[in-house]
């Protein structure tokens, strides 16, 4: 088992690219969890269809978003 960790801030038509590949390509059973650093309405709305979704209310930044996802994440393999 895997947690797959993906920081977002805005960018959202890499984000997408990012979940694709990783929809696409993971072979094992995975838990995604997001961390969204106080993104814009659209990069929001994107992440409103996936239940795994950290919100932060104020930016926060890369590194403590990493910790959080350490903190967060359901199995003992994480990949950020």
Do not use: H, Q, W
Request: overall charge neutral; hydrophobic content about 35%.
């Amino acid at each position: 088992m895997l947690t797959i960790g993906i920081p977002v801030r805005g960018s959202l038509d890499s984000l997408k690219i990012t979940v694709n590949s990783v929809l696409e390509n993971t072979r094992c059973p995975v838990e995604i969890l997001f961390v969204d650093d106080y993104s814009e309405e659209d990069t929001r709305s994107y992440l409103r269809s996936f239940g795994n979704v950290i919100r932060n209310s104020s930016v926060k930044g890369f590194p403590y978003n990493c910790n959080l996802i350490m903190k967060s994440a359901k199995y003992d393999n994480i990949c950020l």
